[in-house]
């Protein structure tokens, strides 16, 4: 006989979602996965672009509720489908009421889909809007994170302090630079792997006030529901996780990751 999986808790503070993929969820209507996250207070979901061809999906997606929102950014893995009509697409919604960030952009040397010099060259492009329009980054780093840092030094004097390292996996070294300049670090169903003790070494080194709380759905789905298609319903225990390792009250890492949350993505609404 199969264990029972535990249910998901339900916690009376509401919970943003700040990184998912709406339109990669595949084991569900849409509807349903919205109708489950309000169930256990999901109060607020972005969805990420990472490609040229789900630009326009996501901000579609935006519209499907009130408390849907996006971002428009290119992906390290699809650098090299970056173009002048890519990047004025972006430009031209980056300020849209709906979207709330660029990215997810950054570089990831692990899977080296891309060149890694186009991968540079498009994270400074888009980086680059991100200043122009003032606008906070989501961004990915993947086995690259002296690049990432020297890059991110090329903008510190423009980018704005609003961001995030989404699905944080780097060393300590990207976390203490990412802090110290104000970013936010992202932590998903990741921390909840019985092998990720490199993870949360960072989540316990960083402050509760600059932690974010994320999905990655469909990926990366959280323990106990590891091998079912990730959603933005299982985030209640990501939130346990981070109290467990930081040995923090609940209630505490709810309040605190929700402020930043609203502090990095939602800061006039």
């Not at 980056?94 to 080296?112: Q, T």
């Amino acid at each position: 006989m199969s264990k029972k999986r535990r249910e998901i808790p339900v916690f009376d503070h509401p919970i943003i979602e700040t990184h998912c993929h709406l339109d990669y969820l595949k084991d569900r209507p849409l509807e349903e996965t919205l109708e489950l996250s309000r169930g256990v207070n999901i109060e607020k979901v972005i969805t990420i672009a990472v490609s040229p061809d789900n630009l326009a999906s996501v901000r579609e997606l935006t519209q499907a509720a009130p408390w849907i929102y996006g971002t428009q950014g290119i992906h390290p893995h699809d650098a090299e489908s970056y173009s002048d009509e890519v990047d004025e697409e972006i430009r031209a919604h980056a300020s849209d009421d709906k979207i709330v960030a660029i990215g997810e952009i950054g570089l990831d040397y692990f899977y080296d889909n891309a060149d890694r010099n186009v991968q540079r060259q498009v994270f400074r492009h888009q980086l680059q809007i991100a200043c122009d329009t003032d606008r906070p980054v989501v961004i990915h780093s993947r086995d690259a994170d002296d690049d990432t840092i020297e890059i991110l030094r090329e903008f510190e004097s423009t980018l704005s302090r609003r961001g995030v390292i989404h699905s944080f996996t780097s060393g300590p070294g990207l976390a203490r630079y990412a802090l110290d300049n104000g970013w936010c670090l992202g932590f998903n169903g990741i921390t909840t792997f019985n092998k990720a003790e490199n993870v949360r070494d960072i989540v316990r080194m960083t402050p509760i006030e600059q932690i974010l709380l994320e999905t990655d759905s469909p990926f990366l789905t959280p323990v106990p529901y590891r091998g079912r298609e990730n959603a933005p319903f299982y985030l209640p225990f990501v939130a346990e996780k981070i109290a467990e390792v930081k040995s923090l009250d609940l209630e505490e890492v709810l309040e605190k990751t929700y402020n930043n949350s609203i502090r990095t993505f939602f800061p006039q609404r």
